[in-house]
């Protein structure tokens, strides 16, 4: 055996950290079972049998996006014909009718770069939120949208993020960051916020007290090195604040997309996905979740990586629209009892979280 790779497979087995190169060697080695045994132990020396999950309702409100980013079928330009745009008053019916779902605990609400919306069109939205579910966490925006509100409103980060948590945001979203490599953002991202710009907000956001998931995109155009550079500047930042609470991986759906387009990119299989989920969870010692996005995995695969290291199921969601403009075929919102079945079926306990 490698020399590399058995100093991984030594530090798995008394729970030390894994370095840049233990963890490629784990990754080449392509050993599903192991990593599948390896994660699920991990998994379950820190949450148990219990696997996670919310009830809650998503809100995109808008598509329109100044962004114009090649790896999303999601944006379009004001003016396009499935360009929409939710105003105030739509948005209270959303609101009333999410009242509606028993024991409902999350709104969900991310979106666009919209051109000619400002800050207080979605502070409004945040206070209506507040309005309506007073006892519901709000889940909102990511750190791309934050730099977008600082940019427009002439604010800092620190007092964007400040006014958003006064007004009743409990949690920021960890979408945005797909690939931290400059060489790759260039490409797939050009217009967005560099990888340093979303760590900082990250940075200051956890030191505020806003908690946070974070994410990755793969399977596109990066590479495995780069893949595993991401994991360890998130590891990074999680040692300084620990303010993440679950990490999520987001296979890339390049039909509809530029970037599928111009590379011509096939959807990874359910090999990858199970193998970047486990590699993950073994990378990131410092995190106590690893979340599987149903909606994007489809449940089957999401369900089975329960068994490699995964420990969350995402929630109910109730309707979702960016990734299924990329083309993705899976159902737009499940039950509650559905997800606590397919988690049932696993032998493991379903937990609201």
Not at 133 to 139: D, E, G, K, Q, S
Not at 193 to 203: C, F, G, K
Not at 224 to 248: A, C, N, P, W, Y
Request: hydrophobic residues 40%.
């Amino acid at each position: 055996m490698d020399k590399i790779l058995k100093s991984a497979r030594e530090k798995i087995s008394v729970g030390e950290r894994l370095n840049f190169d233990e963890i490629i060697a784990l990754y080449n080695e392509n050993d599903l079972l192991y990593l599948a045994e390896s994660a699920r132990r991990v998994k379950e020396f820190k949450s148990g049998k219990n696997i996670f999950y919310t009830i809650n309702r998503h809100i995109n409100l808008t598509n329109v996006c100044s962004s114009n980013c090649p790896l999303c079928a999601f944006q379009c330009r004001s003016g396009d014909e499935k360009a929409f745009t939710l105003e105030i008053d739509y948005v209270e019916k959303i609101l009333l009718d999410a009242k509606k779902i028993p024991d409902l605990n999350e709104i969900h609400i991310v979106s666009a770069l919209h051109p000619e919306k400002n800050f207080d069109y979605y502070l409004d939205v945040v206070k209506l939120t507040k309005k309506i579910l007073p006892n519901v966490r709000i889940a909102a925006f990511t750190p791309v949208e934050i730099a977008n509100f600082a940019e427009k409103s002439n604010q800092t980060y620190e007092k964007i993020l400040m006014t958003l948590k006064n007004f009743g945001v409990t949690n920021l979203l960890g979408g945005g960051a797909e690939i931290f490599s400059p060489r790759v953002r260039e490409i797939i991202c050009p217009k967005k916020i560099s990888a340093d710009t979303w760590l900082e907000i990250m940075r200051i956001a956890h030191k505020l007290g806003i908690k946070s998931n974070a994410s990755m995109l793969y399977g596109h155009i990066e590479t495995i090195e780069e893949r595993v550079e991401h994991l360890l500047k998130i590891r990074e930042l999680q040692d300084e604040t620990h303010g993440f609470q679950s990490m999520l991986l987001f296979p890339f759906q390049p039909l509809n997309t530029e970037l599928g387009k111009k590379f011509n990119l096939q959807r990874v299989g359910a090999w990858e996905d199970l193998k970047m989920i486990a590699i993950t969870r073994l990378a990131l010692d410092n995190f106590e979740n690893v979340k599987s996005f149903w909606v994007m995995l489809t449940m089957p695969i999401a369900q089975l990586s329960l068994a490699f290291g995964a420990d969350d199921l995402g929630g109910t969601i109730g309707e979702e629209k960016i990734i299924h403009a990329a083309g993705v075929t899976t159902q737009k919102n499940i039950s509650r009892a559905d997800l606590e079945k397919i988690i049932r079926e696993t032998n493991y306990i379903p937990v609201q979280r």
